[in-house]
């Protein structure tokens, strides 16, 4: 069974930062990808930020420059740096991996429970 716990959500006054940590654990082979997503309310699930196995990040033109991802292959963790938050950054906030757990079996995805992120005006 593989769980992926996430931290660093909060509530922060527009131009602050937060750190989100999502850590894996569980019966873990390998680790592909790594990204984070967001839902506001009324609003559909979005990708903010991936990283790949070999370190390569992708992100959303939306936090392009403000936010950073960033990987820990050791620790099994993924981060999500945000600078210079907008209101409209406010969202749960979740991590997603793909991850081996068998030798027999393909990487699937999972996904952490959310941390809620509010960003005040």
């Known amino acids: 069974q593989v769980q992926l716990v996430e931290s660093g959500g909060g509530l922060v006054q527009a131009g602050g930062s937060l750190r989100l940590s999502c850590a894996a654990s569980?019966?873990?082979?390998?680790?592909?990808?790594m990204s984070w997503y967001r839902q506001a309310p009324g609003k559909q699930r979005e990708l903010v930020a991936l990283?790949?196995?070999?370190?390569?990040?992708n992100y959303a033109d939306s936090v392009l420059g403000r936010f950073t991802i960033s990987r820990d292959d050791a620790k099994n963790t993924v981060y999500l740096q945000m600078n210079n938050l907008k209101p409209e950054d406010t969202a749960v906030y979740y991590c997603n991996a793909f991850i081996r757990t068998s030798l027999l079996l393909k990487s699937r995805g999972y996904w952490g429970q959310g941390t809620q992120v509010t960003v005040s005006s």
């Open positions: 990283m790949s196995s070999s370190s390569t990040p």
């Open positions: 569980g019966s873990i082979i390998s680790i592909n990808d």
